[in-house]
């Protein structure tokens, strides 16, 4: 697996970006301890919460479905985070049907080689310590969601670790947050405010959660060492915090390396430990009343001193995908769109590329008819078969691709040279999943939840331009219905003003495409309406257009009055005017002829026609008045032929 020439293997990871610091230390890891050369990492992030709806978990889940697993050579589940039962089990089933080596990285499961983080020894030391080193009598738990398996192997070891030291715990000693910082806020601010005693010790599931924990006993009065509070994790932010958090290192670059070590194992045919764990350690904390067991002062300095760092980068960061935004809103159709991206993440200086150098955008065809349809007639939480390559850079150079098969996830392959890291992140709006953005080496991101940060921005943007699609397309039916006329349902005299300034501007161009323009002037309409009404009359009108525009077929109709027409001949109706028009006359004529028919059938139009070429310097105006010109001395010879 070493050899610099031959192809890189292709892992497939599954992980959920909110346990940031854990993934983080897994793929820092990953990256350190993998040969040069050897492998690529696919990382397929969700960001799913308890807090969000069924619909936005189902549609970032769908990320998980978006690799075809039988291109790859192995895949990992990450399961720490992962939270929903629901998603774990759908990813189980398609990892069982892959047929490629699966490790799973902290849950158990027949057929999948796993490493596993002892989370009962670490937890069991910081237990002990509380009781042994703290006198610590009442404990109150603060456990992630029911259902998750670490949470509960954390509750496993302080029960044990309560009952060997004869001190009562029960289940009233225990509040689930759903790792919902909200809910602890909420819950222990009330306890503080009705007076309820506090327990001597809060041991929370993570370090988040001691921290929120400890932000209320302040905000509520209380001092923040009134109660100790302590964690899980060993956080960075954990280790910074004032009181620094006393908690469980996990040691995810250990599991990193035993992950590298196996997969090397696997690949090579030699025999793998299909089995591993990985010890917890416990590190006391300012929180617990170790105050010097570490140099946290030291650190805290070296924190605040980067602190203005972090704020600019995350300002730079927040500018490049509002830049983003702003141009998926402000775009007015899918070209415009494609057109606007391409520009801010190609173009050579179109920005500081903090998206990385290798950056895809890749897009469901279907979103060009995004505007037009309910949501129910797109694809319900799943990829659709092809993407449109939208944004496509590799190594910092624009790729021009076109749409591809989905399972090749974006358009270029290098099978060949240093490992990389991509990462998929997905883009939908309500349940139709429209695509994904992938962000290449980029691990450093995790911990400020700039994945997120870019996933968020782009799916707030396409819920504004899809309502400016469909006010762009309400528009132009409102305009539609404004330009037609209610009668005949050709173009009205609106259109036709609108119409002939274009042209009119063009002609002064130069830049236009040779035309005709044919006036109309309806004869025998008084007649019609004072011996059949006017209800005959119309429909007399409607014949007329219908023939006017049977002659013209190619070509703009207006109605410009109650018995005026212009029609604007171009293209083969431009080349054929003569002909046409001497065929409408002839059609005329046998109808006239024609004294079996009703009056109403019996159809004559004046008609006039002047091309646009036949004087030099001519604008549309003096062409209309010599079409018009004519017309009316058609008109009087088809009055003095029928006397």
């Known amino acids: 697996m070493g050899e610099t020439n031959t192809k890189k293997k292709k892992i497939a990871v599954f992980a959920n970006g909110w346990n940031a610091e854990n993934l983080h230390r897994y793929l820092t890891g990953l990256t350190k301890c993998t040969p040069e050369c050897t492998i690529d990492y696919y990382v397929f992030v969700c960001h799913s919460t308890y807090s969000m709806s069924e619909t936005e978990i189902k549609s970032m889940a769908t990320i998980f479905d978006l690799p075809d697993l039988r291109t790859f050579d192995a895949a990992i589940m990450f399961t720490p985070g992962l939270n929903f039962t629901d998603i774990i089990n759908q990813l189980i089933v398609k990892l069982e049907k892959s047929g490629i080596p699966v490790l799973s990285i902290g849950f158990q499961h027949p057929g999948f080689y796993y490493i596993g983080i002892n989370n009962y020894t670490g937890m069991r030391q910081l237990c ?112 910074n915090f004032y009181p620094s958090i006393a908690s469980v290192d996990q040691h995810y670059d250990i599991v990193a390396e035993y992950s590298v070590n196996l997969l090397t194992r696997i690949f090579n045919g030699e025999t793998a430990n299909e089995e591993i764990l990985v010890d917890c350690e416990f590190h006391p904390g300012e929180s617990c009343g170790c105050i010097h067991c570490r140099e946290d002062d030291l650190r ?266 212009v029609a604007i001949a171009v293209h083969d109706d431009y080349l054929h005017r003569f002909e046409y028009l001497n065929a409408m006359r002839e059609r005329m004529e046998e109808l006239r002829n024609d004294t079996t028919t009703s009056p109403i059938d019996r159809i004559s139009v004046a008609s006039g026609m002047a091309d646009c070429f036949e004087h030099v310097g001519d604008d549309y105006s003096a062409i209309f008045r010599r079409a018009d010109t004519r017309m009316y001395d058609n008109k009087r010879l088809m009055k003095a032929d029928m006397r």
């Open 300 to 565: 805290r300095r070296s924190v605040v001193r980067a602190v203005p760092r972090d704020y600019m980068m995350t300002d730079i960061v927040e500018r490049r995908f509002h830049a983003m935004e702003k141009e998926i809103i402000q775009s007015v159709d899918y070209e415009d769109l494609k057109t606007k991206l391409q520009k801010l993440f190609c173009l050579p200086g179109s920005g500081m590329a903090l998206e990385g150098q290798t950056f895809y955008i890749m897009l469901d065809p279907h979103i060009v008819d995004f505007s037009l349809s309910d949501i129910e007639n797109y694809p319900q939480y799943h990829f659709a078969e092809v993407m449109d390559t939208f944004v496509a850079k590799r190594d910092g150079q624009p790729i021009t691709a076109g749409v591809i098969q989905t399972a090749q996830l974006f358009p270029d392959t290098v099978p060949e040279g240093p490992n990389h890291m991509y990462f998929f992140v997905p883009t939908y709006y309500e349940s139709y999943v429209c695509g994904y953005i992938v962000l290449t080496d980029c691990v450093s991101w995790l911990p400020s939840k700039y994945f997120y940060m870019c996933e968020s921005r782009f799916n707030r943007a396409l819920v504004s331009y899809r309502r400016n699609m469909q006010l762009t397309a309400l528009n132009t039916k409102l305009s539609m219905l404004m330009e037609k006329d209610s009668l005949t349902f050709v173009k009205n005299r609106t259109a036709y003003d609108r119409y002939t300034k274009r042209t009119e501007t063009q002609m002064l161009s130069g830049d236009f495409e040779p035309f005709a323009v044919v006036c109309f002037d309806i004869n025998n309409l008084k007649p019609v309406n004072d011996e059949l009404g006017h209800e005959a009359g119309d429909e007399y009108i409607k014949k007329c257009c219908k023939l006017i525009c049977n002659t013209f077929k190619h070509s703009p109709v207006f109605r410009i009055g109650g018995d005026e027409f």
């Open 128 to 239: 002990d310590h509380l009781i042994e080193e703290h006198n610590v009598r009442t404990v109150m738990f603060l456990a992630g969601p029911r259902e998750n398996e670490d949470s509960n192997n954390r509750l496993i070891a302080l029960r044990d670790s309560m009952r060997a030291h004869n001190l009562p715990f029960s289940e009233s000693d225990i509040f689930y947050t759903n790792w919902e910082v909200g809910r602890v806020m909420n819950e222990f601010g009330d306890r503080i405010r009705r007076g309820e005693k506090l327990p001597e010790a809060f041991v929370c599931a993570n370090d988040l959660i001691a921290e929120t924990l400890s932000y209320t006993l302040t905000d509520n009065g209380l001092p923040a060492e009134s109660t100790i509070v302590t964690g899980f994790d060993f956080m960075e932010e954990g280790q």
